[in-house]
T-cell receptor, first 112, second 110 residues
């Protein structure tokens, strides 16, 4: 069990550029989540996949954000035309059904 | 619906006890507790299920009052390693994700 892994761990980008984060969940986990966390706040839910199906999206997920999990394994989160307000840590998590949710180390995004 | 945690921050001397509370206005299926160190991801501590028993390991335990939608995390004989921000994540009945509170920052000093 290698845990949830995320890549890259840190990304600095200029405003207006696109960025993509990758998440590899724990291998047998069928559920995958994306959360966003800013300083001093708890993680905020963005979206959730059951296998390859994206079943829920938060209103926080504007149309500049898109997430995929094409084969029900790894997932990508893309942010288009980044804004300074997108600066945050993007956390991926996975679980087996509705069991314990395990978080990855997170991907820090800084938009300058 | 974001749960409410209290207190927002607490400072303890090594060996002292603390209680962190979490409450929700929604009916809950479970409550999850996590600890997060600065700059790191949240680390799972324990899960309290509806109808389940009080949980605990080492000197950290938790309870869940499903009628009041409240959970408490108990840290006894605190150690320096307990420092961090504690989050409760609530699993609302009918939802498929966790809602997290704003956290309780715990600092243990020698």
């Amino acid at each position: 069990d290698t845990g949830v892994s995320q890549d890259p761990r840190h990304k600095i980008t200029k405003r207006g550029q696109n960025v993509t984060f990758r998440c590899d969940p724990i291998s047998e986990h069928n559920r995958l989540y994306w959360y966003r966390q800013t300083l001093g706040q708890g993680p905020e839910f963005l979206t959730y996949f059951q296998n390859e199906a994206q079943l829920e999206k938060s209103r926080l997920l504007s149309d500049r954000f898109s997430a995929e999990r094409p084969k029900g394994s790894f997932s990508t989160l893309e942010i288009q035309r980044t804004e300074q307000g997108d600066s945050a840590m993007y956390l991926c998590a996975s679980s087996l059904e509705a069991d314990t949710i395990y978080f990855g180390e997170g991907s820090w995004l800084t938009v300058v | 619906q974001q749960p409410v945690q209290s207190p927002q921050a607490v400072i303890l001397r090594e060996g002292e006890d603390a209680v962190i509370n979490c409450s929700s206005s929604k009916a809950l299926y479970s409550v999850h507790w996590y600890r997060q160190k600065h700059g790191e991801a949240p680390v799972f501590l324990m899960i309290l299920l509806k109808g389940g028993e009080q949980k605990g390991h080492d000197k950290i335990s938790a309870s869940f009052n499903e009628k009041k939608q409240q959970s408490s995390l108990y840290l006894t004989a605190s150690q320096l390693s307990y420092s961090g921000t504690y989050f409760c994540g609530t699993d609302e009945i009918g939802a498929n994700n966790l809602f997290f509170g704003t956290g309780t920052r715990l600092t243990v000093i020698p």
